[in-house]
């Protein structure tokens, strides 16, 4: 979503720090631009001019224009007032409540409401091991509680049983009573909705909360339709008042202005944001992370938690205690690749990392295509369990039946050899503990590449003290670290992207290394 407003702010950017020294006129001629980008990303004016007069008074002083990094201090700047108008720290759901408690989501008619209620019924069910209950009052809009019944077994979440004739208000303390009795932590109310605001919807949404008395009311609010979100935001809160905005479809192609006026012109916090139509597509808003990624520096923390929620830790260890030793079949090349497919492919793994932003047009380029992973586990999955144990069996009459079977050309399986025989050397190597990335990894603990030990949350201290490696003044990534460790297929050594060796097609430009196999390829 904020693709646009990121490349046209880090291009601002990066030529103030190209400049040995600054002046006022150089600092105010950035900020111009800044505020034109800001503004074209559709971010409310009242919050443009705050943004721009606040940056602007601390990066004229004397300290900033005459220090040694002048542009690296303008960035920090900025960085950190993008964070305070995101609302400074993220504020997660609050559930420091007696139970059962309600939390109650509100907003228009095809915001997704039912579609978010579910997906935080799942998260606070696997995340929080709270019992929920789900309960559709929207008796308006057809089927509408089917929808959420349907979801709900999806999902695994319990449903209230759908009683015909029920006002909404009934439905709710029904809801209540039924998670008194059958043990519940927690009830969502999916309220109805209208294609505008009105008076009955108000006052119904006023009849429920005093029925139900609920610990949350989270505003749910499509991030695609700009600054109506944010009246939206306004008025629900005048008339019910909100504790919290729920935003969907970040995913999407919008100039995100709305998430970064939210909080600034409602003074609520953005608690979590829908990032696609999966049921655990939810994410916690994190200001910080979001100025981070804004502002091309990845989101390495998010990457890590991603790692640690969606890779199998005992599938992990084994493979790094068989890496130690030096052994890294195509059965290990075919996990190692799952896990990345896990993680959002490639492209979504370099999304994350800091400094890529720099390299976009070489990455776009390049022609990754994330689909080249699924048709590398076929070739795999084409072969014999001995030839998958030991790929040096495989002469030319087997590739073309590997090929045939797997519907690539024999070009595709022995590309697939070749990355597999550098990614062995080089997991021989992290092995023995020769070169940067075994040595990197042998100081954390790292057996040979498996999923690395790390905390989140004090990675994300971390960052924010500057103590990780290769960051600006005041904890900001200054380029991209050397070594991430514990990523699929040996992943760990990106310095410049350099260390893929055998991953890709065509050559990336500016000599930032080959990715053999993950271009577009041919279509069968």
Do not use: W, Y
């Given at each position: 979503?904020?693709?646009?407003?990121?490349?046209?702010?880090?291009?601002?950017?990066?030529?103030?720090?190209?400049?040995?020294?600054?002046?006022?006129?150089?600092?105010?001629?950035?900020?111009?631009?800044?505020?034109?980008?800001?503004?074209?990303?559709?971010?409310?004016?009242?919050?443009?001019?705050?943004?721009?007069?606040?940056?602007?008074?601390?990066?004229?002083?004397?300290?900033?224009?005459?220090?040694?990094?002048?542009?690296?201090?303008?960035?920090?700047?900025?960085?950190?007032?993008?964070?305070?108008?995101?609302?400074?720290?993220?504020?997660?759901?609050?559930?420091?409540?007696?139970?059962?408690?309600?939390?109650?989501?509100v907003g228009l008619q095809g915001s997704?409401?039912?579609?978010?209620?579910?997906?935080?019924?799942?998260?606070?069910?696997?995340?929080?091991?709270?019992?929920?209950?789900?309960?559709?009052?929207?008796?308006?809009?057809?089927?509408?509680?089917?929808?959420?019944?349907?979801?709900?077994?999806?999902?695994?979440?319990?449903?209230?049983?759908?009683?015909?004739?029920?006002?909404?208000?009934?439905?709710?303390?029904?809801?209540?009573?039924?998670?008194?009795?059958g043990g519940y932590d927690i009830v969502?109310?999916?309220?109805?909705?209208?294609?505008?605001?009105?008076?009955?919807?108000?006052?119904?949404?006023?009849?429920?909360?005093?029925?139900?008395?609920?610990?949350?009311?989270?505003?749910?609010?499509?991030?695609?339709?700009?600054?109506?979100?944010?009246?939206?935001?306004?008025?629900?809160?005048?008339?019910?008042?909100?504790?919290?905005?729920?935003?969907?479809?970040?995913?999407?192609?919008?100039?995100?202005?709305?998430?970064?006026?939210?909080?600034?012109?409602?003074?609520?916090?953005?608690?979590?944001?829908?990032?696609?139509?999966?049921?655990?597509?939810?994410?916690?808003?994190?200001?910080?992370?979001?100025?981070?990624?804004?502002?091309?520096?990845?989101?390495?923390?998010?990457?890590?938690?991603?790692?640690?929620?969606?890779?199998?830790?005992?599938?992990?260890?084994?493979?790094?205690?068989?890496?130690?030793?030096?052994?890294?079949?195509?059965?290990?090349?075919?996990?190692?690749?799952?896990?990345?497919?896990?993680?959002?492919?490639?492209?979504?793994?370099?999304?994350?990392?800091?400094?890529?932003?720099?390299?976009?047009?070489?990455?776009?380029?390049?022609?990754?295509?994330?689909?080249?992973?699924?048709?590398?586990?076929?070739?795999?999955?084409?072969?014999?369990?001995?030839?998958?144990?030991?790929?040096?069996?495989?002469?030319?009459?087997?590739?073309?039946?590997?090929?045939?079977?797997?519907?690539?050309?024999?070009?595709?399986?022995?590309?697939?050899?070749?990355?597999?025989?550098?990614?062995?050397?080089?997991?021989?190597?992290?092995?023995?503990?020769?070169?940067?990335?075994?040595?990197?990894?042998?100081?954390?603990?790292?057996?040979?590449?498996?999923?690395?030990?790390?905390?989140?949350?004090?990675?994300?201290?971390?960052?924010?003290?500057?103590?990780?490696?290769?960051?600006?003044?005041?904890?900001?990534?200054?380029?991209?670290?050397?070594?991430?460790?514990?990523?699929?297929?040996?992943?760990?050594?990106?310095?410049?992207?350099?260390?893929?060796?055998?991953?890709?097609?065509?050559?990336?430009?500016?000599?930032?290394?080959?990715?053999?196999?993950?271009?577009?390829?041919?279509?069968?």
């Open positions: 979503m904020f693709e646009s407003l990121s490349d046209r702010l880090s291009g601002i950017l990066d030529k103030l720090t190209r400049r040995g020294a600054l002046s006022e006129a150089d600092v105010s001629e950035a900020l111009r631009e800044v505020r034109r980008a800001l503004i074209e990303a559709d971010v409310a004016l009242p919050v443009v001019k705050s943004f721009t007069d606040k940056v602007r008074s601390r990066a004229v002083g004397q300290e900033v224009l005459k220090s040694v990094t002048p542009g690296q201090q303008v960035v920090k700047i900025v960085h950190d007032q993008l964070v305070e108008m995101l609302g400074g720290a993220g504020e997660p759901i609050d559930l420091n409540a007696a139970a059962p408690f309600a939390i109650m989501m997704g409401k039912t579609t978010s209620t579910a997906k935080i019924a799942l998260r606070l069910t696997k995340n929080e091991r709270r019992k929920v209950l789900m309960a559709s009052l929207d008796t308006r809009r057809p089927a509408a509680q089917e929808q959420l019944k349907v979801l709900g077994e999806q999902t695994g979440i319990d449903t209230l049983p759908i009683v015909a004739g029920q006002t909404p208000v009934q439905i709710a303390s029904r809801a209540m009573t039924a998670a008194r009795l969502m109310l999916d309220t109805a909705g209208r294609t505008h605001i009105d008076e009955p919807l108000m006052v119904e949404m006023a009849e429920i909360k005093a029925a139900t008395n609920p610990h949350e009311i989270l505003l749910v609010a499509d991030s695609l339709t700009g600054q109506d979100a944010v009246n939206l935001a306004t008025s629900f809160d005048e008339r019910v008042g909100i504790t919290g905005i729920v935003l969907t479809r970040m995913d999407g192609d919008g100039r995100g202005g709305a998430a970064l006026s939210m909080r600034a012109v409602t003074g609520k916090p953005v608690k979590l944001v829908g990032t696609g139509e999966k049921a655990d597509a939810l994410e916690e808003f994190h200001p910080a992370r979001i100025a981070d990624r804004i502002l091309g520096m990845g989101d390495i923390v998010s990457l890590v938690e991603k790692a640690a929620r969606e890779l199998d830790q005992e599938k992990a260890a084994k493979m790094a205690a068989r890496m130690q030793k030096g052994n890294f079949d195509l059965e290990d090349l075919a996990e190692q690749l799952r896990q990345m497919e896990k993680l959002g492919g490639m492209s979504g793994i370099m999304g994350m990392m800091p400094g890529v932003g720099k390299i976009k047009k070489q990455l776009d380029a390049a022609n990754i295509d994330d689909r080249v992973i699924k048709r590398q586990v076929a070739i795999i999955q084409s072969m014999t369990p001995q030839e998958r144990r030991k790929p040096d069996i495989l002469k030319a009459s087997r590739k073309k039946r590997i090929a045939t079977g797997s519907g690539v050309d024999v070009a595709d399986v022995n590309k697939l050899l070749k990355m597999h025989r550098q990614m062995a050397d080089m997991m021989k190597q992290m092995g023995k503990g020769k070169g940067l990335l075994g040595k990197m990894m042998g100081g954390m603990g790292l057996p040979g590449g498996g999923m690395p030990n790390i905390d989140p949350k004090e990675l994300e201290r971390m960052a924010q003290s500057g103590q990780l490696p290769g960051q600006l003044p005041g904890g900001l990534p200054g380029q991209m670290p050397g070594q991430m460790p514990g990523l699929p297929g040996g992943l760990g050594g990106l310095s410049g992207l350099g260390g893929l060796g055998g991953l890709g097609g065509p050559k990336l430009p500016g000599g930032l290394g080959g990715l053999p196999g993950l271009g577009r390829g041919k279509k069968k």
